[in-house]
């Protein structure tokens, strides 16, 4: 049952990077569209790449098949390396902010953090999924700073209390696995092993456009070097 509710966060480049600028992430990295998800399109991205989100839709498709998913996995387990670092969501409308936490918090090996988004990471650093979304709930700063961000947007934000039907998973590499970082689902999922985060990313991406080919509310953006 979700404590609270904020504003949903538009996916716009512009939005997330003023917003984590604030946080205390680096300049030096940015979020960033990525048009297309073919391999010519693809090229296009900055790299070195760290993380993909997509926005999709939540569909009967989908939530069928999370839930077959996650009962697979609870039957037959999976590997997920301890490098990962996995968010519950637990606040409505506040997927946005777990995906640009889920980005961030399995590369701060290389993206340089600091102020209070290094604060949260170092407070939750050994707590549990649960737990660190106990903190989420309990930090002002981080709400206010949600709330600026998403009526920030080029478009008009809906309201706290409208239930919005679109989604944010993350997707980073850890130790030479794919994982989709999914506050909504009970763990991360390791979809193999990763080569070209990029790429791989795109390919299990095509699998969500496929599953409902009469939805068109997908955006992908990329984390990558901004030097």
């Given at each position: 049952m979700s404590k609270s509710k904020w504003l949903p966060l538009e996916s716009n480049p512009q939005v997330m990077n003023d917003y984590v600028y604030k946080l205390g992430v680096s300049k030096d990295w940015a979020y960033t569209d990525v048009l297309g998800l073919d391999d010519e399109l693809l090229l296009m991205v900055p790299q070195p790449v760290k993380a993909v989100?997509?926005?999709f839709p939540i569909t009967e498709n989908y939530e069928k098949d999370r839930k077959e998913e996650a009962k697979k996995i609870q039957e037959n387990?999976?590997?997920?390396s301890s490098n990962v670092v996995f968010f519950r969501q637990t606040i409505s409308n506040a997927c946005s902010t777990i995906g640009l936490l889920h980005t961030l918090a399995s590369n701060t090996d290389v993206i340089k953090i600091d102020g209070p988004l290094k604060s949260l990471l170092d407070k939750t650093k050994n707590?549990?999924?649960?737990?660190?979304?106990?903190?989420l709930e309990e930090d002002e700063g981080?709400?206010?700073a949600h709330q600026a961000s998403a009526s920030s947007g080029q478009t008009k934000a809906p309201r706290a209390d409208e239930d919005v039907n679109s989604h944010f998973a993350a997707f980073v590499e850890k130790d030479g696995s794919l994982y989709e970082l999914d506050g909504r689902k009970p763990f991360p999922i390791n979809h193999g092993k990763c080569t070209d985060l990029l790429k791989d990313s795109a390919k299990i991406i095509k699998k969500f456009m496929n599953r409902d080919p009469d939805k068109i509310e997908f955006?992908?953006?990329?984390?990558?070097?901004?030097?």
């Open positions: 989100i997509l926005l387990g999976q590997e997920v707590l549990t999924p649960e737990e660190r979304a106990k903190v981080l709400a206010e955006t992908v953006i990329a984390l990558s070097s901004n030097q």
